[in-house]
Structures are given as structure tokens and as C-alpha cells.
């Protein structure tokens, strides 16, 4: 009951200090709506760019193939095997590593500890090329620097953690 109306009384707050204070609301909200356009409009090429990617990448077999070579490291990293497309899917997109969840809880059922590896995996880790691709377009920084190579060595210890501590305790 309570969280159903924590949206609207933000919304009222915000309308009543808006014209209690003389605030031009009608202008403000058309200001922050064309500025949220201009913004969509600029990280669009890097958004399709990388949702393209990801479609090519599944439907190659690449992504198959990435897995199969690997597999021996994941083993030996204490990663089950049934988990490696979701270390490799998880940092370019969101949705596709949910599916990958879902394929593995259905494969392995849900209280399996593969299943709930993949859980803990997928919740430690950030959809990191997406999250670059949308800040850095937005700021406008063409040279990410070691800002991907760092996101990536916290994607894969939160995700070799993941498995780790599921897997063991």
C-alpha cells in the first residue's frame, strides 16, 4: 500500500514546490524532455552497434566456440561448464545473459547449485560494454582507456567469486 503511493506524492511534492516557487514547469519538463531526446539521439549508433554485435556473436557459433576453448580453464577456475556462455554473455547484454539464466535454471533445475551459481552471477555483475557504450557516448569520451579492462578483470573475480562461494558453501 505505502510503495503504491511513493510515486505519486513524489510527483505532487514535486508540482507543489514547482509552483510554489514561481518554477515555469511546462518549460522545464519540454527543456529536460528535449535534452533526454538529444542524449538518446547521441548513444543510439553505439546501442545499435552493440546490440548488432551481440546478434552476430549468438548466431555465429562464435560464441559456442569461445565457450568450448574455455572450458578447461573454467574447470580448473571451479566454474561449471554449464555457466561459461554466462561469463562471456553477461558483461555485452543484459537480456541475453537473462535468457542464458533462464536456460540453465530449465536445464538444471532451480535449487541445482549450477542454478544457483548462475544467479549469484548474474546479480554480482554489471552489463559492462553496455554501461561504457551509454556513459562514455553521453560524455562524449572517445578513449575509454583501462576502463574496460579493469570493468572486465571486476566482472570475472565477482563472477569466479560467484561460483566459489555457491559451489563450496
Do not use: H, W
Amino acid at each position: 500500500m505505502t510503495t503504491d503511493l511513493i510515486m505519486p506524492v513524489i510527483i505532487l511534492l514535486i508540482i507543489t514546490t514547482g509552483f510554489a516557487k514561481k518554477v515555469p514547469m511546462f518549460s522545464c519538463f519540454t527543456d529536460g524532455a528535449a535534452d533526454g531526446l538529444k542524449t538518446m539521439v547521441s548513444i543510439a549508433p553505439s546501442l545499435i552497434g552493440l546490440i548488432t554485435a551481440i546478434g552476430m556473436l549468438k548466431a555465429s557459433g562464435a560464441l559456442d566456440l569461445i565457450c568450448s576453448v574455455f572450458s578447461p580453464l573454467s574447470d580448473l577456475l571451479g566454474i561449471p561448464s554449464e555457466n561459461v556462455p554466462l561469463l562471456f554473455l553477461k558483461p555485452i547484454s543484459g537480456s541475453g545473459s537473462l535468457a542464458m539464466l533462464d536456460q540453465i535454471i530449465r536445464e538444471n533445475g532451480a535449487n541445482s547449485l549450477v542454478s544457483k551459481a548462475a544467479a549469484v552471477m548474474t546479480g554480482s555483475t554489471e552489463t559492462t560494454f553496455y554501461c561504457i557504450a551509454v556513459y562514455c557516448s553521453a560524455a562524449k569520451i572517445k578513449n575509454t582507456g583501462y576502463t574496460i579492462p579493469c570493468a572486465l578483470l571486476g566482472d570475472f573475480a565477482s563472477m569466479a567469486a560467484a561460483c566459489f562461494i555457491v559451489m563450496n558453501f
